[in-house]
């Protein structure tokens, strides 16, 4: 049916086209189309939470199909079970979304890079959740930004000033502000006046905590096979990635990956998250490699899940390509073309987990840093139990933090 309609849509009446379109592909304003399907066991109702996402269909960013599963889960596990009502960060705001969230007993707002200006671009809020500082005062329940990344690129344009005053209102309403990185923190900060930075604070992304949440997928039982290396590319936005060097980068990065596939002898998997990701497959045969491509942005949150857990090393370029991997106990090496991967790093106290496309010798350190962390396997996987206890904690006081205020409010 989507095949047949693809090779006629030039035939069809401008009329008719967006209805057909609707019936081929589902309307992408029916909320129960975007409605994430938890993993773990959901059956008690004793919270009714609202739920702002950018919640995403096969076929589009893995990370984004994966983000609010995950999040509705990790407060699932927390305790008590809960009625979810979905609302789309990129669709409007009207006086029937309000009210749907005051029907609820709290807001949660997140995961994900949402403060970012040109994906949704609006001036009614200046980031992805287009809800406006009349809107967000009129919601009367306690709110809370769970996990947010500051998602600005590197050169990016600066917010519209809607921006600031909109942030504002929305942390004096909420019960914080949970942002998935310090780097994200120092960012918002700086919009914000001295007496709301308090109510800043870190929340890791909930993708980092994946074998804490499902620890049934990570019985090690059976012997892991962990035999390949994992490769992802980012093409979203390349001018900003890239800049003008674009073509000696991907060069240098399958340069790097050929020597590591040869040096380790470990074969390679290419995972797109996202169908630019493809881009990437015919670098990768000009050096005449051989690999298999995996497109994680057809498969459903748990196979996401089961392909992270597999790699022997995961090399991302994109966030969720560095924090679904570690979150599943695989050793990363980051490509950093976005300040928010070395901010996770930082975080978790390994900034040196990475290559960033600004230095120079791209294939001599992606072999150099790459052999390194898979000759000391043994040390980087206890490592990230450290650290993802450390997440864990963090994440499970700033849920309760929040639980304890509905109790109070209810």
Request: neutral net charge.
């Amino acid at each position: 049916m989507k095949q047949i309609y693809s090779m006629t849509k030039s035939l069809i009446p401008k009329g008719l086209k967006n209805q057909l379109k609707k019936i081929v592909f589902g309307d992408p304003q029916d909320q129960k189309y975007w409605e994430p399907k938890t993993i773990l066991p959901n059956a008690e109702d004793y919270y009714r939470f609202s739920h702002v996402a950018a919640f995403t269909r096969k076929g589009g960013n893995a990370g984004d199909i994966l983000l609010p599963v995950v999040l509705r889960d990790l407060f699932i596990n927390h305790g008590k079970g809960i009625n979810w009502t979905s609302i789309n960060a990129r669709h409007s705001v009207t006086e029937e979304t309000v009210k749907k969230i005051n029907y609820s007993q709290g807001l949660i707002i997140g995961g994900g890079g949402l403060f970012l200006r040109d994906t949704n671009k609006n001036d009614i809020s200046g980031w992805q959740w287009a809800c406006s500082m009349e809107q967000i005062k009129a919601i009367n329940v306690p709110i809370c930004v769970f996990a947010v990344g500051y998602n600005r690129f590197r050169g990016q344009e600066e917010f519209d000033n809607i921006f600031t005053d909109n942030l504002r209102t929305l942390t004096e309403k909420s019960v914080y502000l949970g942002l998935r990185n310090k780097g994200s923190i120092n960012a918002i900060l700086q919009y914000l006046p001295s007496e709301l930075h308090h109510k800043v604070v870190f929340q890791p992304c909930m993708t980092t905590l994946i074998s804490k949440i499902y620890p049934d997928f990570f019985d090690r039982g059976e012997k892991s096979s962990r035999d390949f290396i994992a490769l992802n590319c980012a093409f979203d936005r390349s001018d900003l990635r890239f800049g003008d060097r674009k073509e000696q980068l991907l060069n240098d990065i399958a340069t790097g990956i050929l020597e590591l596939t040869k040096t380790t002898g470990l074969p390679l998997k290419y995972y797109a998250h996202y169908l630019k990701d493809l881009e990437m497959v015919e670098v990768l045969k000009s050096r005449n490699l051989k690999f298999e491509v995996c497109d994680l942005s057809k498969l459903s949150p748990q196979q996401i899940i089961e392909a992270y857990k597999a790699p022997a090393l995961a090399l991302g370029m994109r966030g969720h390509a560095q924090m679904v991997p570690f979150g599943c106990q695989t050793p990363i090496l980051s490509l950093v073309s976005h300040d928010k991967l070395q901010w996770f790093l930082d975080d978790i106290g390994q900034s040196h987990w990475s290559v960033d496309l600004k230095e120079d010798n791209l294939p001599e350190r992606i072999l150099a840093k790459g052999t390194e962390i898979l000759n000391s396997q043994s040390v980087v996987l206890e490592t990230i139990k450290e650290e993802q206890e450390k997440l864990w904690n963090i994440s499970q006081t700033n849920i309760q933090r929040f639980l304890e205020v509905l109790e109070v409010k209810n």
